[in-house]
């Protein structure tokens, strides 16, 4: 399916035989999961995510990084949800992901043992602006924002901020290591002032940054260490998936991967 017509019943999916054997008929889609025919990710691939989340931390691990968590290896339909949803814009599939986010965020702000009555505020790890035209959305941003509304569905307080922003001239993390991918994003991000005078306005919050993979943990690093520039501290970090060869439970270092 196309990300035209992908965003054209996003917003509408409501389960049922019938919407499926019509989104198959009609525009051809199929689970990411499995392959069945109809909605993107089918009832029973749905039901087999996880509904857990553990610390994953990189090795090596980038010094100071705060604890991030994962939802799962980016790997079988956790991979294919992300690259889908990222790369080919099947929009519907933001709800899920999101749904993962969440879990992650509230295993994360748990493990804390962070106050539940003070709202989270859910800082995206942002794309370079030519990704964002490219894929014609933000793809964190976007799973960010459904994750939010389930935190809020489920009376934990959260709203997403866009503080972060990509100074010009970073590179294209693909192919890089762990250590040129920390060496691209020395001081790579940078707070939009506009949104932290809004944010000083909102009173206490816990942060929590948000991105859909770890890899190296270098984006991770580097957006934490542009908020805490500005005396912005940041609780956890969260995301959907860890990659494999890179999970594992508990770090042999102490505290920066842009798609």
């Given at each position: ?55 994953s931390w990189p090795t090596p691990t980038p010094p100071g990084l705060v604890p991030p968590f994962a939802t799962g290896a980016y790997d079988d339909v956790l991979r294919a949800l992300v690259i889908a949803h990222k790369e080919r814009g099947i929009l519907a599939l933001g ?165």
């Amino acid at each position: 399916m196309d990300a035209g017509r992908a965003r054209w019943w996003g917003g509408a999916m409501a389960g049922g035989e019938i919407l499926d054997g019509f989104l198959d008929l009609v525009l051809g889609s199929a689970c990411v999961g499995c392959g069945q025919p109809g909605r993107p990710l089918c009832a029973a691939c749905r039901a087999d995510l996880p509904d857990t989340a553990t610390q994953s931390w990189p090795t090596p691990t980038p010094p100071g990084l705060v604890p991030p968590f994962a939802t799962g290896a980016y790997d079988d339909v956790l991979r294919a949800l992300v690259i889908a949803h990222k790369e080919r814009g099947i929009l519907a599939l933001g709800a899920p992901l999101g749904s993962l986010l969440a879990c992650s965020i509230t295993a994360a702000v748990d493990a804390v043992g962070a106050d539940t009555r003070t709202p989270l505020l859910l800082v995206p790890v942002p794309s370079r602006p030519s990704v964002v035209r490219q894929r014609g959305h933000d793809a964190t941003a976007d799973i960010a924002r459904h994750a939010a509304r389930r935190l809020d569905a489920t009376g934990r307080p959260a709203y997403v901020a866009p503080l972060l922003r990509v100074r010009p001239g970073i590179a294209d993390q693909a192919g890089l290591d762990a250590g040129q991918r920390s060496a691209n994003l020395d001081h790579a991000l940078a707070v939009r002032d506009r949104e932290l005078r809004r944010h000083a306005r909102r009173g206490p919050t816990h942060v929590v940054l948000c991105d859909d993979v770890i890899t190296t943990g270098a984006s991770l690093r580097e957006a934490q260490r542009a908020l805490e520039d500005v005396g912005i501290r940041v609780l956890a970090a969260a995301t959907v998936a860890a990659t494999r060869r890179r999970r594992r439970p508990h770090p042999t270092g102490a505290g920066p991967d842009f798609p």
